[in-house]
């Protein structure tokens, strides 16, 4: 999915069995494997719960505390979270005990004592199907072309940002960003190079945002940020680094080289005067409008409430 050098897979190994432990994670430490460890199915089921779990489970099907297809039953019950591939060793051999261990919940099951080969090669079936679910969540949740956060993803950021404000008491911002004249990009140099400048834009806001922060893709050329843990000044601060990183180089396409420029609407919602996500992106909306009357290729930030119903919203008015 990315280029990014990919970590080693982690694995859990859940076996009361002293023998058939050793021989399992000398197995898997040999083929590279990060190796997890318990002899019990409630640690098992306590690591497979928990936010950093191994994605790959071999549990054995009868073991102190839970059951292998116990846990395979628990973990089942929650489908928003992300997929598990369990493999259950047993010494059951009866269509009927495997068949139960694939109602609840097991991908594949390994009968002891086991073929290294087979069990290596049933593992790599895992990490196909682990890839392919991870692919499409990705796409579930990113915008096609410029692969950003959809719209939905970016606007549950806003209220997770609103949830974490009444916990913790901290400030966040919103900016909506809005490239300038597209329309006329796309009418000179056509849609190819229209999709390479929305592509290319979202590349430098990704490089200029941190890392916890959210870039979305809102709709056409409108993209909206939000930014964590952060007032209106740092907000604008942002805005500012995204505009100069879009402005500042040309952006090279199969028409050659393309000067673009984007303009900014900035609001946060801070502990002071916290506001709802729908008055947040409101204000926002209106800062952007305003940055685009004042000549485009600037960040506007907000103005209290009282004065923004005097201003029109509404969208693709802007150019
Ligand atoms: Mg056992």
Known sequence: M???????EKILIAEDDAVSLHVLKSFLVKWDYDVTVVTNGTQALQILESDDTPRLAVLDWMM?????IQICQKIRAHPEKPYIYMLLLTARTHKKDLLQGFAFGADDYLT???????????LHVGERILNLEDELRFRATHDNLTRVCSRGVALDAISREEARQVRDKSSFGVILVDLDHFKSINDTYGHMCGDTVLKEAARRMTGCARPYDTVGRYGG???LIVVASADESITLALAERVRIAICSQPFATDSGDVHVTASFGVAASSIVRPLSSK???QLADEALYRAKRKGRDQSEGSISLETVSITKTGSQRFG
């Open 279 to 281: 008055e947040l992106l």
């Open 221 to 223: 050329e409108e993209f």
């Open 64 to 68: 102190p505390g839970i059951e292998g």
């Open 2 to 8: 990315t280029n990014e050098e990919k970590l080693r």
């Open 112 to 122: 002891k004592p086991f073929d290294s080969r087979e069990l290596r090669a049933r």
